[in-house]
């Protein structure tokens, strides 16, 4: 008979659920978690889009989001013992919080549902997007009440707890404000003494060469071979951070940690083709070096990436095709990363991205784009891009150039994802995000014609995708009329907001809240049964 062998532990480290998935493998759904609730049922989300991470024995998670595992080899470094310090599946938080349990660290990315994603799909569907529900769950979890361990919270969205007001009324201690592993330990360390702590705390740039190596596998292989970006957009976090590269054998340690857990390395920097680049100079050799010494390390069969710059893709289209001769990319097997075009104006790069372009001036980005698209597809990669709507400053003759370059991408496969400005990073505190009043019929136009780009490749790129990554016939098969019911119902939608709107969506949103729009057929939940059992 199986017996679980539960304990409790000092220091309980855990993320959010949505953040203790692997979607299937595909890790550009997670942008899923930042949809509202309600607009599929809850059971059929969490099974099909967002299923859990399994569990060990003892409740910690199989595998865990990257930036858990630093805190959890950070704090082990510090010298907290192993038996004293678990990475928790946040299922089972009954199960390792205990009278013992002193310390709750949480991983975060949206604590509070408004980062951009969020905000344009809350902004446009309403309602209240699952990150921020399943972060509070953990908040409130019943074992979290009774035994009341200081509650410390760290990751991407931290910056969202800044404010003491939004601390308090959530019950939580401390909050760690960028890179936390030089910090963590003595922060911890006076928690568990019960020493008052810090409600804010900045994290420190830790040096390349102090960076500790995970300790346990994480979410969908994503292993960490860059920090930091330097292209200096004013809207980002991670341009406020050094531009830092790990050491192949720092990184080749990684892809055995992930290895042993069945896990193929994912390489996650924010423009992987600067892999030790000397400032914005490309380092070909590094980066071709990199991708041999992982693709031929033993057991690796396939190796994914994160991120790349559109601007390196066109400055080094022959490092495009090495990468994709030594990792045997063709038909199917394509390379997916997430890539930013932001705007198609110019003058928007001017004012906020210069170096986003760079080695390239302003003036050639909606070419540069262009030409990177034609590149990636050539040599079997698939960009999954975003866009931001209302920058400070953009105009309608902006918003123009946008939808004539997304026009000029229509033969490419890939995906275009537009999003709202979210006041953050250098402009953080001084300009306002952008919300559903600010939008034009221009920027519903706009919106548009991304997801019309996006439906038209996305049978295809769904179709390639799950014939080689979903191995149940089932999951594939509701995931495909999911989808394909989606699609139908948002085209007919961008249709009546075309045709009687005339683009107008704030309007239409406002019709169809009050009830004056009737909704469409429901999904055929009776088909998708056997799978929500
Ligand atoms: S290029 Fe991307 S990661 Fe780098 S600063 Fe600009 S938006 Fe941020």
Redesign the pocket.
Known sequence: MFVARYMDYTIVLTADRTLMSEYGGAIFLGFSACVPRGLIPDSLYFRIFCPPVEANEDGSAVVAPNGTRKIEAALLDYGFRREDVIVAHPEYLDKVIGPKTRVLGITENDPLGIGPATTTFTEIFGGEAYMAIKFREILNHPAVKRYKPKIIVGGAGAWQLRDEDVRRNLGIDTVVIGEGEKVVGPLFEKAINGEDLPGVVYGEVVEEDKIPVIRGATIDGIIEVARG?G???DF?E??LQRFRCLPIDHILKEVEVNLRAGRQPLLHA?DILRYKARGLEINKQAVIDLFRKVKNYPGVKSVGISHF?LASVVSAPDLVEEISSILNLSGVNWLSGQT?IETGSPRIMDIH?RG?CKPYSPNDWPDIVVRAFEILNKNNWVPCATLILGLPGEEEKDVELTISLISRLRPFKSIIVPLFFVSMGGLKDKTKSFTLNDLTPKHAELIFKCWKHNFEWMGTIFDEWSGRSIRSRVIRKSLKIIVSYGIKQAMKYMDICEKEYGYDLKAMIKDFRSGNIKVGEPLPIRILKPIMR
Do not use: D, N
Request: proline share 8%; charged share 25%.
């Open positions: 970006c292209r200096g957009c980002c991670p341009t924010e710059a930013g991205m986003k």
